[in-house]
């Protein structure tokens, strides 16, 4: 059995309803501020610190301007919440990671330059991710995934 770690703060999960360090990446999956049926896709490489940002179909994020967008800010914070700054910078491999304790300061801390990356292989994870939550039966609406569309997913 694996233990469960519970996570350093309490996670926004209406916000950025997927975080994981997998792949050599940070990654995961954003809901747009503005627009509840959209999420973006956005990730950090360990090492390099190429980020990227795109919506799930692989349009480039308009908030990508020469630094991170918000939503690689968002990421960042959850990944900080979640995990515990010390093990972001770890696996981000961020040389001055003293210090860092929210996803803003993650962020001045890397010197990448933006790099496209597919945004499938992240989207995908996180559309497995919500198969196999176990929601408990319910006939409420959950306010974490009403973003989400209510068409059926294509499997
Ligand atoms: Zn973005």
Redesign the pocket.
Do not use: P, R
């Given at each position: 059995m694996l233990a469960v770690v519970p996570p350093a703060r309490p996670r926004k999960l209406a916000k950025v309803p997927f975080v994981e360090l997998a792949d050599g990446r940070l990654q995961g999956v954003v809901s747009s501020g503005s627009d509840l049926d959209r999420v973006?896709v956005?990730s950090v490489t360990a090492g390099t610190h190429a980020y990227h940002?795109s919506t799930n179909n692989n349009r480039p994020?308009g908030?990508?301007r020469g630094a991170p967008?918000?939503?690689?800010v968002a990421l960042a914070d959850e990944a900080v919440a979640g995990y515990g700054a010390e093990r972001v910078v770890r696996y981000l491999r961020i040389d001055a990671g003293d210090g860092v304790t929210t996803g803003a300061d993650l962020l001045a801390r890397i010197d990448g330059r933006h790099e496209p990356a597919p945004a499938s292989v992240v989207f995908d994870r996180f559309l497995r991710h919500l198969a196999y939550l176990e929601l408990p039966g319910s006939t409420t609406p959950l306010p974490e995934l009403h973003w989400f569309p209510s068409t059926p997913l294509e499997r």
């Open positions: 973006y956005s940002c994020c908030g990508l967008c918000k939503h690689l």
